[in-house]
């Protein structure tokens, strides 16, 4: 943790400043520490991410998953710019108006999208209910543009009005209440900031039927049997003509990488909520959020929209 980020965050309880007591400092991180407000609410700060939650609760799966597969979808990994071309499509933003901005990724995974901000020359804070948190400080949470917490969406640690730039990239729809979710985000926002979220489509909801049914095993199964399940998507990927009727069907990875398609499989089949959405009801959300300039984007389901 840098010491910037006691400007950007507060108590996520009472929303009162967060004091500071370091333990362990390396340059310009806080590696060990507590952060305490005036009521007495107290969180501790390991391996250099505060820890503003009391358990990763329902999305242990991410935090076994993105510490298994850490570095599979980050272009500075992989050699590919596939991140960065999702996140223009899936959010709307480019790199020439984010450039010195202050922004949140709401659900950093392990930091595939913040990468790209962080890249791009924007100030990006990165949130996780889950232990990716870890995953993401490893790979990117040293530089000097980034910061990395712990923290739960729906008690969040901001004031209201503190980012340019706030975007949620296949996250929202994994927690209990994806519009409730989306609706904690808007006010962290600053006037004329802009909001951007990418959440699954309902549309092919009739394709979705198999692994909806398979999906009431997999979610009550050890989360290390439907990681060693998943793999089946590695080999399967050579079994064409049969694989293009398979894959959809079954919602299986279907990335040329081979890692990439066992971790989409297992992303599939994991988590314990995966709601789907349409665009009349994202819009419907963004319009009731009092956001202006709503606008669709082509990537099934995503939108964005001015403060």
């Given amino acids: 943790m840098k010491t910037k980020l006691l400007d950007l965050i507060v108590c996520p309880d009472c929303k009162s400043p967060l004091l500071l007591r370091a333990a362990k400092q390396e340059g310009a991180e806080i590696m060990e520490g507590t952060l305490t407000c005036r009521n007495d609410h107290a969180y501790t700060i390991v391996n250099a991410v505060p820890r503003l939650i009391r358990s990763d609760d329902y999305v242990d799966t991410f935090s076994f998953q993105w510490n298994k597969f850490s570095k599979v979808q980050l272009d500075i990994y992989n050699g590919t710019t596939e991140s960065e071309t999702t ?14 901005k202050l922004m949140l990724d709401a659900g950093v995974g392990s930091g595939r999208f913040s990468e790209v901000v962080s890249r791009w020359g924007g100030e990006v804070v990165g949130i996780d209910l889950s232990y990716a948190v870890d995953a993401a400080y490893r790979n990117i949470g040293s530089r000097p543009n980034v910061h990395i917490i712990q923290a739960d969406i729906f008690n969040l640690p901001f004031k209201e009005n503190t980012f340019d730039y706030i975007f949620s990239v296949g996250v929202l729809h994994h927690t209990p209440d994806t519009e409730q979710a989306f609706k904690r985000l808007v006010p962290l926002l600053k006037p004329d900031g802009e909001i951007a979220i990418w959440v699954y489509t309902k549309y092919f909801e009739w394709l979705h039927k198999p692994s909806t049914f398979l999906r009431k095993f997999t979610t009550k199964m050890p989360k290390r049997v439907v990681y060693y399940l998943s793999t089946i998507a590695v080999p399967l990927y050579f079994a064409w003509p049969f694989s293009k009727i398979i894959f959809p069907l079954f919602q299986l990875g279907y990335h040329k990488s081979a890692r990439w398609r066992w971790l989409d499989t297992f992303d599939w089949y994991s988590p314990k909520y995966q709601w789907k959405h349409t665009y009349a009801e994202v ?23 001015r403060k």
């Avoid at 819009?283 to 964005?304: Q, R």
């Fill in 87 to 100: 996140l223009v499509e899936k959010t709307g933003f480019h790199e020439d108006e984010v450039k010195d």
């Fill in 283 to 305: 819009f419907k959300w963004f319009k009731e959020s009092g956001l202006s300039d709503i606008t669709p984007l082509e990537h099934p389901v995503s939108m964005k929209g």
